[in-house]
């Protein structure tokens, strides 16, 4: 099961993100984990088992990390496309252009 999680930051200094970034990216059910702009600030991609284990994640951990004061979960419910080749040739030629 995928789970992106968007989490808000209440106070936004550097290092209350940092310390966020830190402990969410050292867990193993934490795929990826991206600081973004929008409504959310922090974007973490989380694969767990069953939706049991990431209830257990979420109550456990994410809702117990300092600083956090909003988690929104969106499910996967099919992937369509994943680990494809990043476009670096092409932007190349973009950028070459120019």
Known sequence: MTVFVEMRVGKQSKAQIMSIIE????????VSCH??????????????????????F?????????GV???RSNFAIRTLKAN???PLQHLESIVDND
């Open 69 to 71: 004061e909003d988690v």
């Open 23 to 30: 402990r969410v990216t050292s867990q193993p059910e934490v």
């Open 35 to 56: 600081l973004v702009s929008g409504q959310s600030d922090i974007l973490a991609e989380i694969v767990v088992p069953t939706l049991e284990a990431y209830d257990v």
């Open 58 to 66: 979420l109550s456990d951990f994410l809702m117990s990390l300092d």
């Open 84 to 86: 494809g080749a990043l």
